[in-house]
């Protein structure tokens, strides 16, 4: 399955919204920006009709390297968490149910 990526967003904005290259893709990085800035800060960033990252703590708790079985800790960490909204759900939803098995 192909990926989206941030040069493909910036190439349909140049298409579809009639900014040139330069603008577009300008417009995809401070997007992304804000949302890093936003996180960095530990706030929230709600996407109304797409979904919400959030931060999340994780404790320390026990691993094991899998080529040695050595049992490790694996540290605590922040990580960044990604809650689909109820529109992004029936959309995949949908076309989840159009796909030939």
């Keep these: 399955m192909p990926a989206l990526t941030k040069a493909d967003i910036a190439e ?12 577009a893709k300008e417009m995809v990085e401070a997007f992304f920006s804000e949302i890093r800035t936003a996180l960095s800060q530990n706030e929230q960033v709600k996407l109304s009709g797409f979904g919400n990252f959030d931060l999340r703590d994780k404790k320390e708790r026990p691993g094991r390297n899998p080529k040695t079985g050595e049992e490790i800790p694996i540290t605590a960490r922040r990580v960044v968490t990604f809650r689909p909204g109820q529109k992004l759900k029936a959309k995949v939803e949908a076309y989840a149910g159009t796909e030939s098995q």
């Design 12 to 23: 349909r904005l140049y298409q579809e919204v009639g900014l040139n290259k330069r603008e």
